[in-house]
């Protein structure tokens, strides 16, 4: 089931987009991802915002912001893999062939300890590397390397390139930026990245009476459905049963083979629902939107 997201953002009143959407903000370095989000809730006078994946003050890049409604569906978008583009310099002199053994030894899954400045509790965890390819090589002294890496979210950028450091004589991060998190990319077509000057280009506009440039910048939360897979609610009596927080029962819906799912009716946002084995009941609701 396909749900038309750029229909709904020309054509949906700007103050649901606002209850029940995302911008796509191109984060510069200085503030922290929190307060960025917070500027957003203060500038749309919204009562709640969060983020999608903490970015260092200094990194730049893609940071998805839910307006909200949208942050009850935080956890879905979150945990997706996130590409970054940065540059790491070398502290010795290391020869383009150790360079590409250290960099395949880190291909896969590795141990990581999160660094001593950061909000999770310090104990190895499991990530994945997906890719990492070097774009570039400084031509004065092949110290500084420009990559390009594709990671399990939750993975520190900044620790990955001292851990491999380690197997060369030494390496740092010198700067980061990310440029695909999950679905949200800052080279997408159809659902663009802004920066703060537009973003606060568009407030004024707003708060004039124009919303044609905040809406543009607004991503109906219901791209959810490129997320989780949809499926459609059918009967008018199930939707309204399912919006006071009804499980689904056997029979009522034919539910995708997958442990979370979305229920729309027609366009219509109705909510998150996770499989169970409950006897009749074969889902619960994880998330309502009502």
Do not use: W
Not at 3 to 12: T, Y
Not at 140 to 167: H, P, W
């Amino acid at each position: 089931m396909r749900i038309d997201i750029q229909k709904l953002q020309r054509e949906k009143p700007i103050q649901e987009l606002l209850k029940f959407g995302i911008i796509n903000i191109d984060k510069p370095a200085g503030p922290t991802s929190f307060s960025v989000s917070n500027y957003i809730a203060k500038q749309l006078k919204l009562n709640k915002t969060s983020h999608m994946g903490t970015l260092d003050p200094m990194v730049t890049g893609v940071l998805p912001v839910l307006l909200g409604r949208a942050c009850r569906l935080s956890d879905y978008f979150m945990h997706k893999n996130k590409t970054y583009v940065g540059i790491m310099r070398l502290h010795s002199d290391v020869s383009d062939e150790k360079l590409k053994e250290t960099i395949k030894e880190f291909i896969g899954k590795i141990k990581q300890l999160p660094p001593v400045r950061s909000s999770v509790k310090r104990q190895l965890r499991e990530r994945e590397i997906i890719s990492f390819n070097v774009l570039e090589r400084d031509e004065k002294d092949g110290k500084d390397i420009l990559f390009e890496t594709e990671v399990q979210a939750g993975t520190y950028i900044r620790k990955l390139c001292s851990d491999m450091g380690n197997k060369m004589g030494g390496a740092h991060m010198l700067e980061l930026r990310r440029i695909k998190a999950g679905i949200f990319d800052e080279n997408s077509k159809d659902y663009l990245i802004f920066n703060l000057y537009q973003f606060d280009e568009a407030v004024k506009l707003y708060n004039n009476g124009d919303d044609s440039a905040l809406r543009k910048m607004i991503i109906p939360a219901e791209i959810i459905s490129q997320i989780l897979p949809a499926i459609q609610a059918g009967k008018k009596s199930l939707v309204h049963q399912l919006l006071t927080g009804k499980p689904i029962m056997k029979g009522e819906l034919d539910i995708p083979n997958s442990e979370r799912f979305a229920v729309f009716n027609k366009e219509t946002f109705i909510g998150v629902y996770k499989r169970v084995d409950e006897g009749n009941i074969i889902a619960r609701a994880e998330f309502v939107f009502n």
